[in-house]
Nanobody, 124 residues
């Protein structure tokens, strides 16, 4: 199995920045990609960003393009989400995810492993 542990969430004012981290452990060899989803109160879980482990290719949701950047450190088995120009509508519980398939995917069912989530709250 794979374990994912997120960190870096918190409270920030609109326009501010946060960096989320997610460390993977366990059977890391099973992972070919990782990403982030988020879920706001009363809303469905939403894709944020994904990265392919082999070549670092990335995809970002339209709602965060130009503001958020996903990256990875293979040596540390860690993925990051740099979030800039944060808006109140970015407030959500952010989940780190990992998948066995190589190609970047965008729906929750495409991911095999989930962290517990880290809360991001953006005040106006």
């Amino acid at each position: 199995q794979v374990q994912l542990v997120e960190s870096g969430g918190g409270l920030v004012q609109a326009g501010g920045s946060l960096r989320l981290s997610c460390a993977a452990s366990g059977r890391i060899g099973m992972i070919n990609g990782m990403g982030w989803f988020r879920q706001a109160l009363g809303k469905e879980r939403e894709f944020v960003a994904a990265i392919r482990w082999s070549d670092g290719s990335t995809n970002h949701a339209d709602s965060v393009k130009g503001r958020f950047t996903i990256s990875r450190d293979n040596a540390k088995s860690t993925v990051y989400l740099q979030m800039n120009s944060l808006k109140p509508e970015d407030t959500a519980l952010y989940y780190c995810v990992a998948r066995r398939y190589s190609a970047n995917r965008y729906t929750p069912r495409d991911y095999d492993y989930w962290g517990r989530g880290t809360q991001v709250t953006v005040s106006s």
